[in-house]
């Protein structure tokens, strides 16, 4: 019990030294280096139908900062644990969800997140406050032994109220790109847009054409203009700079 204890102090002195910094990701798997054969680790809180909002991430492998944004980008959408984590009532205990990479049935998410990296395995302990659920995945490359888990339970348990407020402190728009950030203002701006029409309104905010947009997102071209003249007629707007001026005011 006391080796217990003084893990858990050493380890919450570290992580609240790391509050409001980009290296929290780096000394959360530190921590769990200490207690589990764990290769990589992502921490985001989604919302709603909105995308992640990155808040920590550091692995052993390289490019980990680059999947977590793929993943906030797209892939997430393709991650069956946030089927999950969306139905989760405000201030649920926390849930834990083991995805193993044989599950994930998007092939391109699963090369580019599992197969390259040689990860197998995504371990995520998941904390709701409010309509916000944050995310803490653990990333392994080889099965964990029952012990390692309930380790990584107990990691959890102790980071993410610090994850948490690690997000309160960066603001809500950290670790999002330029369409991601503009989604979030519209969120707010225009409730009533779909996520489509959001994510369509946005890249044209951003300056992207009709056939850039659709590509983004994987859409006719077609589909893109429908998307936006229906955003436009459901708040009486005719233009994007209109949509804009309304953003801004």
């Not at 207690?35 to 139908?49: C, K, M, P, R, T």
């Not at 369409?179 to 044209?204: D, F, G």
Request: hydrophobic content about 40%; proline content about 4%.
């Amino acid at each position: 019990m006391a080796v217990a204890a003084a893990w858990q102090d050493k380890n919450y002195e570290a992580l609240i030294s790391a509050l409001g910094t980009a290296s929290l990701g780096e000394v959360i798997l530190r921590a769990a280096d200490d207690i589990s054969d764990v290769d990589e680790l992502f921490g985001f809180w989604i919302a709603n139908d909105g995308p992640p909002v990155q808040l920590a991430s550091s692995g052993h492998r390289g490019s980990s900062r680059r999947r977590a944004s793929l993943y906030s980008s797209g892939f997430h959408a393709m991650d069956p644990l946030l089927r999950l984590v969306r139905t989760m009532p405000e201030q649920a205990p926390i849930m834990s969800a083991s995805i193993a990479a044989k599950d994930i049935d998007d092939p391109l998410y699963r090369r580019e997140c599992f197969d390259r990296p040689g990860l197998k395995e995504k371990i995520a302990f998941v904390q709701t406050y409010g309509s916000r659920h944050y995310v803490l995945s653990f990333y392994c490359g080889r099965g964990l032994r029952e012990a390692q888990v309930d380790r990584l339970a107990a990691l959890a348990a102790l980071s993410l109220p610090i994850l948490k407020r690690h997000g309160e402190l960066l603001g809500d728009e950290v670790g999002l790109s330029l369409t991601q950030k503009i989604e979030h203002r519209l969120a707010r701006a225009y409730p009533r847009l779909t996520s489509r029409e959001r994510q369509v309104c946005a890249r044209s905010l951003a300056g992207m054409t009709a056939e850039a947009t659709a590509i983004d997102l994987g859409v006719a071209e077609t589909s893109v203009l429908t998307y936006r003249r229906r955003a436009y007629e459901r708040y009486g707007i005719s233009s994007a700079g209109q949509l804009l001026e309304n953003l801004l005011s």
